[in-house]
């Protein structure tokens, strides 16, 4: 046990949204407070009806306590439950009564900060709680229970074990100098780093796109005035008949809609028009689509096949990292098939905002580009901006290392490069933390989690 003795307790609910209330206890004396509040020892995980009184025995509301002593419970401390009516006043009393008795109000994310100091979490469990808890769509909650369950860490500790494999093998290389050369020159060393770099590669492709499950995909329309920008993201959005939530911020510029795609987040930006213009008005839209664009996942250029390419031209080059669908509108005028072809800036697909011919191509591509592929049973895992960068350093470390050895035949500094990445691998699941990222982490996390 790591953990502080004190005990801490929260209301673990929404008070006041009706249903039931709960109060979470953890520590050291939590049992005793289960203790007097019944009357007796509590026998572990049965439910107790139970009498909640003041220290006056002023009935504070009838409920049911439960009692999961340590190591079995979420903490791995002694935690007891106290579910209640769903009334913020009750919820408020209670908690009070349990200070009383020695606990004191938990901070946001103790109970989570303590499940992981104890052993029963990694850090990147921790935090897919609060994913689960905050996601905003299907895929993004099915994912966060897939990292709370281990499939991110799991993927982390195998990388890991490879890496320090391969840093053994160069360090035992050191300890031997007069055979070092040939050592660091043989292929079998070569194929290794190979391996631990595609691996890398993989997981980092992976944790990318779990960032994007989790955020959503933001994907901006642009086009000419009248290409059907409008019509295409009314369209996307009545089919789904599920516009989540209108996005603040909305101006006469740029209209912002959140739909959900079969389980999947789209924040759909509609911005004015592509075009030169002297106007000035136009010009200020123009200037914030520019804006839009370079931050979105997406660019979405809507066009028909007379006007594609120069609109393409009009649109100026890709972003780097952005994905360009190029959409050819209107084939109903034109009455031609609706497609999906390669084309040299971007995937292009056919189709009709009108009829609806098409769309269902446009929906699957934008799915599959959100992180999930066809019927979403995918094994997509949570992730967050913090795993990206630190497996973005753990790359940086593996390319410098690659560099020592290949280019320098330099075993000390591949060793040592080696090093730093283990150490940005192991910060993901918390082998190696700072208080300062602890206190960043969990302290966005709600009370009573
Ligand atoms: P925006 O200015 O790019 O937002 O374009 P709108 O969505 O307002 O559409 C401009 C015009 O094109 C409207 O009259 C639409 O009804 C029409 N339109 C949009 N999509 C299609 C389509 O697929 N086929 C046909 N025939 N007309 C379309």
């Known amino acids: 046990m790591t953990a502080a003795a004190e005990t801490i307790a929260a209301i673990a609910t929404a008070p006041g949204a009706g249903g039931i209330g709960v109060l979470r206890v953890s520590g050291t004396q939590a049992t005793a407070i289960a203790t007097t509040l019944l009357g007796r020892v509590p026998q572990p995980r049965h439910a107790h ?14 409920g049911i306590m439960l009692h999961f002593p ?14 209640t009516h769903g009334s913020a006043v009750v919820l408020d009393l209670l908690l009070r009564r349990v200070c009383e008795l020695g606990a004191r109000p938990a ?6 900060e303590r499940a992981f100091l104890n052993g029963k979490l990694d850090l990147a469990q921790a935090e897919a709680i609060a994913d689960l808890i905050a996601s905003q769509s299907e895929a993004a909650a099915r994912a966060a229970l897939r990292s709370l369950d281990g499939a991110f860490s799991l993927r ?64 901006v329309i642009v086009g000419r005035p009248n290409a059907g920008k409008s019509s295409l993201l009314n369209a996307l959005a009545a089919q789904d008949r599920a516009i989540v939530t209108p996005v603040a911020g909305t101006t006469r510029d740029v209209l912002r809609e959140n739909i959900q795609l079969d389980g999947v987040l789209l924040t759909l930006v509609d911005t004015a028009g592509l075009r030169e213009s002297a106007d000035i008005v136009e010009r200020e839209g123009m200037r914030r689509a520019r804006g839009e664009l370079e931050r979105a996942d997406v660019a979405l250029l809507v066009s028909d096949a007379e006007h594609l390419n120069a609109d393409i031209a009009l649109l ?42 098409g769309l269902d191509l446009l929906r699957r591509e934008l799915k599959s580009l959100a992180g999930v592929d066809g019927d979403g049973s995918n094994g997509a895992f949570s992730a967050r ?65």
């Open 156 to 219: 982390v500790k195998r990388l890991l074990a490879n890496l320090v494999d391969l840093r053994v093998y160069i360090e035992a290389a050191i300890d031997f100098p007069e055979e070092e050369i040939d050592f660091l020159a043989a292929p079998e060393l070569r194929a290794r780093l190979d391996a631990v770099s595609d691996e890398l590669s993989t997981l980092l492709s992976e944790t990318r796109r779990g960032l994007r499950l989790a955020d959503g995909l933001h994907v």
């Open 70 to 83: 340590q190591p079995n419970s979420f903490t791995g401390e002694d935690v007891v439950e106290l579910q």
């Open 49 to 62: 009806y139970c009498a909640f009184r003041d220290a006056a025995s002023a009935l504070i509301d009838r």
């Open 385 to 449: 901006t913090r795993h990206v960068l630190a497996l973005e350093r753990v790359a940086a470390h593996l390319a410098a290392a690659e560099f020592a050895l290949v280019g320098q035949q330099a075993g000390e500094l591949a060793a040592e490069e080696l090093r730093h990445a283990q150490r940005d691998l192991g910060e993901l699941t918390g082998e190696y933390t700072s208080d300062d990222l602890l206190g960043a982490i969990f302290s966005s996390f709600c009370i009573g989690k």
């Open 316 to 357: 100026g080059p890709a972003q780097s990292g952005q994905t360009r669908l190029l959409v050819c509108n209107k084939i109903d005028l034109a009455q031609l098939p609706p497609q999906r072809v390669g084309h040299a800036a971007g995937i292009r697909i056919d189709l009709s905002a009108r009829t609806g011919e």
């Open 107 to 112: 901070r946001a994310g103790e109970f989570s």
